[in-house]
């Protein structure tokens, strides 16, 4: 007798992906995850550019060289 017979494995999977707080969950890892991601990423850029630009108008207002 195997202790994860072809029954067992059968109702552990029903009863996992047919259970609604379980499904949720898994949903909102799929859907969050990616999402936490991204914001990061798009919040770092964000922050970079930001700096560059600061850095261009600062450059602007005190020239390095007068010609």
């Avoid at 999977?13 to 259970?19: G, S």
């Avoid at 936490?36 to 020239?63: A, C, M, V």
């Amino acid at each position: 007798m195997e202790i994860l017979n072809q029954e067992f494995t059968q109702e552990i999977i029903r009863l996992t992906w047919r259970n609604p707080v379980f499904m949720a969950f898994a949903i909102a890892l799929i859907w969050l995850i990616p999402q936490l991601l991204i914001r990061r990423i798009l919040s770092e850029n964000y922050k970079k550019k930001k700096l560059e630009k600061q850095k261009d108008k600062i450059g602007k207002l005190y020239p390095k060289a007068l010609k």
